[in-house]
């Protein structure tokens, strides 16, 4: 039996004097053992707030986001171990494989966010304010990444997802952890830790581990600090209430389990695709990790005259599903975590058919390989109600195991009035092929949740299913949900950010957020641009072309080169009634002139040009005006090598701005270029 030890300050500290065991979930034997009562906490705290603030702060994004590929790419190469300790906690293969893969999958998906981020420690939020008349006074905002720790309080169902879920962001941020995982399954977030600390990819201090109980875990956070917490509503809310959390105004974010709900559309008959969805849908959320997740469907709202198709269906399908030891071979179902969840899901049942009445469960099973007295093992429950827009307890009592309850509705506003009473959800389903149902439904539903999946024949290939969350999108809810946001992409790092207004002249905030502000200097280049090498351009550097006086037979030629034969540009004739007071220049013809004005011919550090960030025109050009160029080094990102051939370069934001005779811009533009380095790893190509 492993006793788990905790990682502080760096250093792995034993266990306490009196370790509590923790037991297999499918055959009662003891896994391991944990007693965090002699973890110095407020040392925990300390070293966060220094080393490790002090080791990721000085990392930009891109580094931060190459650290987390790596790490990563490293926890694939050792999944396997982590499987082995998750099929303790009775989840089976596929259920491990939300869980590990899940997890390190939501790693790569932060590491790629850093192609969206600055080559800065510090993110630079959104676009300048224009503060002043004549433009010597702007503001802006930048994120700075919080003096303190994350304080992760995770929970027993997904012990490596919950995880990795959460330091991918603070780490991309640039804020430590300190993680604190459910004891009933801390084995496995300890196993992932272990070798996360072995690979030294991640800088000292940026990640500690306390297996245990909790203590006092919340008695030295301060207001630079971050809590987050994911499991029952009641613990959160008592969490949330905690007096330094209050005194310091700590953030706080709760993702509590909630009442989730599925409704099988008006349109979705028996045989259509939906409904077989539907079916399919509500039988994997009953069986996957049985029924242990946040996102489970508790509450299913079904057509009052197809509750009886949808229970023979649910049922044709769970009948077959083999339940037991996740190392049997076929078995599809596991265990509870344990003894003591399956004794408060009896619980919430019985609570529950109070008012409700049990149409459908496994009679007598058989678990398969596993001890029936010691193993944790509930089987599937499928509960009716038939009144349910007066009934209480469907829409306040969670089991937290493989049971549902049917809810029959007569209209699609009775559904959305049934999804509200559960006061606030993670995320809620609609099985539909009518795109005015999904709209109607989406709209008046999405202020009672955080996610909603609108399920046809369509998408359902490619659809992730009900459950599962994504990084892209937030994750979190409302109300009983705890009103909390996870992930969902850039969103996830502002959580651990400080968000800063600064203000200044546009020469300052240059220099501060390292991207070309409206109004800031423009200092020529000695050499053209595209003759220099990434790390000899500045932010500001501008080159000032040649100028071009138009003609008519630049709008002709362009025209027949291109096809574009609007009537403005070719037409004289047809311009009454417009905006035009004679042939106009095509918009791209003044952007490709420019190009041709700005480009450099020959072979130098520019590799290529690969496309536009934006562009706007902003003034017709007529023949007879005059326009010039000039091309300002916008912004700049270093770019890693990507392998031993690879040629060290960055990307170069350049600012196109085309303006006429008086001066006055008629197009601009953002162009991205791809820009070699002077100093060359030895192992680069001279390409």
Same mark, same amino acid.
């Given at each position: 039996?492993?006793?788990?030890?905790?990682?502080?300050?760096?250093?792995?500290?034993?266990?306490?004097?009196?370790?509590?065991?923790?037991?297999?979930?499918?055959?009662?034997?003891?896994?391991?053992?944990?007693?965090?009562?002699?973890?110095?906490?407020?040392?925990?705290?300390?070293?966060?707030?220094?080393?490790?603030?002090?080791?990721?702060?000085?990392?930009?994004?891109?580094?931060?986001?190459?650290?987390?590929?790596?790490?990563?790419?490293?926890?694939?190469?050792?999944?396997?171990?982590?499987?082995?300790?998750?099929?303790?906690?009775?989840?089976?293969?596929?259920?491990?494989?939300?869980?590990?893969?899940?997890?390190?999958?939501?790693?790569?998906?932060?590491?790629?966010?850093?192609?969206?981020?600055?080559?800065?420690?510090?993110?630079?939020?959104?676009?300048?304010?224009?503060?002043?008349?004549?433009?010597?006074?702007?503001?802006?905002?930048?994120?700075?990444?919080?003096?303190?720790?994350?304080?992760?309080?995770?929970?027993?169902?997904?012990?490596?997802?919950?995880?990795?879920?959460?330091?991918?962001?603070?780490?991309?941020?640039?804020?430590?952890?300190?993680?604190?995982?459910?004891?009933?399954?801390?084995?496995?977030?300890?196993?992932?830790?272990?070798?996360?600390?072995?690979?030294?990819?991640?800088?000292?201090?940026?990640?500690?581990?306390?297996?245990?109980?909790?203590?006092?875990?919340?008695?030295?956070?301060?207001?630079?600090?971050?809590?987050?917490?994911?499991?029952?509503?009641?613990?959160?809310?008592?969490?949330?209430?905690?007096?330094?959390?209050?005194?310091?105004?700590?953030?706080?974010?709760?993702?509590?389990?909630?009442?989730?709900?599925?409704?099988?559309?008006?349109?979705?008959?028996?045989?259509?695709?939906?409904?077989?969805?539907?079916?399919?849908?509500?039988?994997?959320?009953?069986?996957?990790?049985?029924?242990?997740?946040?996102?489970?469907?508790?509450?299913?709202?079904?057509?009052?005259?197809?509750?009886?198709?949808?229970?023979?269906?649910?049922?044709?399908? #769970?009948?077959?599903?083999?339940?037991?030891?996740?190392?049997?071979?076929?078995?599809?179902?596991?265990?509870?975590?344990?003894?003591?969840?399956?004794?408060?899901?009896?619980?919430?049942?019985?609570?529950?058919?109070?008012?409700?009445?049990?149409?459908?469960?496994?009679?007598?099973?058989?678990?398969?390989?596993?001890?029936?007295?010691?193993?944790?093992?509930?089987?599937?429950?499928?509960?009716?109600?038939?009144?349910?827009?007066?009934?209480?307890?469907?829409?306040?009592?969670?089991?937290?195991?493989?049971?549902?309850?049917?809810?029959?509705?007569?209209?699609?506003?009775?559904?959305?009035?049934?999804?509200?009473?559960?006061?606030?959800?993670?995320?809620?389903?609609?099985?539909?092929?009518?795109?005015?149902?999904?709209?109607?439904?989406?709209?008046?539903?999405?202020?009672?949740?955080?996610?909603? #999946?609108?399920?046809?024949?369509?998408?359902?290939?490619?659809?992730?299913?009900?459950?599962?969350?994504?990084?892209?999108?937030?994750?979190?809810?409302?109300?009983?949900?705890?009103?909390?946001?996870?992930?969902?992409?850039?969103?996830?790092?502002?959580?651990?950010?400080?968000?800063?207004?600064?203000?200044?002249?546009?020469?300052?905030?240059?220099?501060?957020?390292?991207?070309?502000?409206?109004?800031?200097?423009?200092?020529?280049?000695?050499?053209?641009?595209?003759?220099?090498?990434?790390?000899?351009?500045?932010?500001?550097?501008?080159?000032?072309?040649?100028?071009?006086?138009?003609?008519?037979?630049?709008?002709?030629?362009?025209?027949?080169?291109?096809?574009?034969?609007?009537?403005?540009?070719?037409?004289?004739?047809?311009?009454?009634?417009?905006?035009?007071?004679?042939?106009?220049?095509?918009?791209?013809?003044?952007?490709?002139?420019?190009?041709?004005?700005?480009?450099?011919?020959?072979?130098?550090?520019?590799?290529?040009?690969?496309?536009?960030?934006?562009?706007?025109?902003?003034?017709?050009?007529?023949?007879?005006?005059?326009?010039?160029?000039?091309?300002?080094?916008?912004?700049?990102?270093?770019?890693?090598?990507?392998?031993?051939?690879?040629?060290?370069?960055?990307?170069?934001?350049?600012?196109?701005?085309?303006?006429?005779?008086?001066?006055?811009?008629?197009?601009?533009?953002?162009?991205?270029?791809?820009?070699?380095?002077?100093?060359?790893?030895?192992?680069?190509?001279?390409?």
């Amino acid at each position: 039996m492993l006793v788990l030890d905790n990682l502080i300050a760096g250093q792995w500290i034993p266990a306490g004097p009196s370790p509590t065991p923790l037991l297999d979930a499918v055959h009662g034997t003891p896994v391991a053992a944990l007693d965090a009562s002699n973890v110095d906490l407020a040392a925990a705290y300390a070293f966060g707030r220094s080393v490790g603030c002090d080791n990721l702060r000085r990392m930009t994004f891109q580094e931060r986001g190459r650290m987390l590929k790596a790490l990563a790419l490293h926890l694939m190469e050792h999944k396997e171990k982590f499987y082995v300790w998750s099929a303790h906690t009775g989840a089976t293969r596929s259920d491990s494989w939300i869980d590990v893969e899940g997890g390190i999958g939501t790693l790569f998906a932060y590491a790629s966010l850093r192609k969206q981020l600055p080559d800065l420690p510090y993110l630079v939020d959104g676009d300048p304010a224009m503060l002043s008349r004549e433009g010597t006074f702007i503001g802006h905002h930048i994120g700075v990444p919080k003096r303190g720790v994350a304080v992760h309080i995770n929970a027993y169902n997904f012990p490596v997802w919950g995880m990795l879920e959460k330091i991918s962001a603070n780490l991309l941020a640039g804020v430590p952890a300190i993680v604190k995982p459910a004891s009933l399954t801390s084995y496995v977030a300890h196993a992932m830790v272990k070798e996360i600390h072995a690979s030294g990819i991640l800088p000292e201090g940026a990640l500690q581990l306390v297996c245990g109980s909790a203590r006092d875990l919340l008695d030295h956070v301060g207001f630079q600090d971050v809590v987050t917490f994911t499991g029952s509503a009641e613990t959160g809310l008592m969490l949330k209430s905690h007096p330094r959390i209050l005194a310091e105004n700590v953030p706080f974010n709760l993702e509590a389990d909630s009442l989730n709900s599925m409704v099988l559309g008006p349109d979705a008959e028996p045989g259509t695709a939906e409904f077989d969805l539907f079916v399919k849908e509500l039988r994997r959320e009953l069986t996957i990790k049985c029924g242990q997740r946040c996102t489970a469907v508790r509450r299913a709202m079904v057509p009052e005259a197809r509750v009886e198709a949808v229970r023979d269906a649910v049922k044709a399908q #769970l009948d077959g599903v083999r339940i037991g030891d996740p190392a049997v071979d076929g078995v599809r179902m596991g265990a509870l975590a344990g003894l003591e969840q399956r004794s408060e899901v009896e619980r919430a049942v019985t609570d529950l058919m109070q008012e409700a009445e049990l149409i459908y469960t496994i009679e007598s099973p058989t678990w398969e390989g596993g001890d029936p007295d010691k193993g944790a093992f509930y089987a599937p429950r499928l509960l009716a109600q038939s009144s349910p827009l007066t009934a209480e307890k469907v829409h306040n009592v969670e089991p937290f195991g493989p049971v549902t309850t049917l809810l029959p509705y007569d209209s699609l506003d009775d559904a959305i009035s049934l999804v509200h009473k559960g006061k606030g959800s993670l995320c809620c389903s609609i099985a539909t092929g009518n795109a005015s149902v999904a709209r109607k439904f989406v709209v008046e539903a999405a202020t009672h949740h955080g996610r909603i #999946l609108v399920l046809d024949a369509s998408c359902a290939k490619e659809s992730t299913g009900h459950g599962s969350p994504m990084p892209q999108l937030v994750h979190g809810g409302p109300g009983r949900a705890g009103g909390g946001e996870e992930m969902g992409g850039l969103r996830g790092l502002h959580h651990y950010l400080q968000r800063t207004a600064i203000q200044g002249h546009p020469d300052t905030i240059t220099a501060i957020t390292g991207r070309h502000q409206p109004g800031a200097a423009r200092p020529e280049a000695p050499v053209h641009p595209f003759r220099q090498h990434f790390e000899d351009l500045e932010i500001g550097m501008t080159y000032t072309t040649h100028r071009h006086t138009v003609t008519e037979a630049d709008i002709v030629n362009f025209a027949n080169v291109s096809g574009d034969h609007f009537y403005a540009h070719v037409d004289e004739t047809a311009l009454d009634g417009t905006i035009f007071e004679r042939r106009v220049a095509h918009g791209y013809w003044v952007l490709s002139k420019a190009a041709g004005m700005f480009v450099e011919p020959h072979k130098g550090p520019v590799l290529l040009n690969y496309g536009l960030e934006s562009c706007r025109f902003t003034k017709p050009v007529y023949p007879g005006m005059t326009i010039g160029v000039q091309l300002t080094v916008e912004e700049k990102v270093q770019q890693e090598l990507r392998g031993a051939d690879d040629v060290l370069k960055g990307i170069v934001k350049f600012k196109v701005d085309v303006s006429d005779e008086t001066g006055e811009t008629v197009a601009i533009a953002t162009i991205l270029t791809m820009v070699k380095n002077r100093e060359q790893p030895e192992s680069a190509s001279d390409a």
